[in-house]
């Protein structure tokens, strides 16, 4: 079993920054999928940020060129870079990781909002 806990969440005005953190438990070298989901009130879960064979990140259009995942294999940490965060950027974000088992994080609020 693994644990993904997840810190960094806030309330933050529009145009401002928020970096995310997700801490494993045990190695991240071995997940072929590592990144991040969000999930707004009344919406469905959503790809924000996902790394494929710690190479390849596909980003959601609404992010690219606002958000940037990056991973610390040594602290068993990836990241969340948000940038010009905008309103619609509220939501739970979720850590997500692959291997032979899927897991998930808690969750984190991040609400964009003057």
């Known amino acids: 079993q693994v644990q993904l806990v997840e810190s960094g969440g806030g309330l933050v005005q529009p145009g401002g920054s928020l970096r995310l953190s997700c801490a494993a438990s045990?190695?991240?070298?071995?997940?072929?999928?590592m990144g991040w989901y969000r999930q707004a009130p009344g919406k469905q879960r959503e790809l924000v940020a996902l790394?494929?064979?710690?190479?390849?990140?596909n980003y959601a259009d609404s992010v690219k060129g606002r958000f940037s995942a990056s991973r610390d294999n040594a602290k068993n940490t990836v990241y969340l870079q948000m940038n010009s965060l905008k309103p619609e950027d509220t939501a739970v974000y979720y850590c997500h990781a692959r291997g032979v088992a899927v897991y998930w994080g808690q969750g984190t609020q991040v609400t964009v909002s003057s």
């Open positions: 045990r190695s991240i070298s071995n997940f072929y999928a």
């Open positions: 790394t494929t064979s710690g190479v390849r990140t």
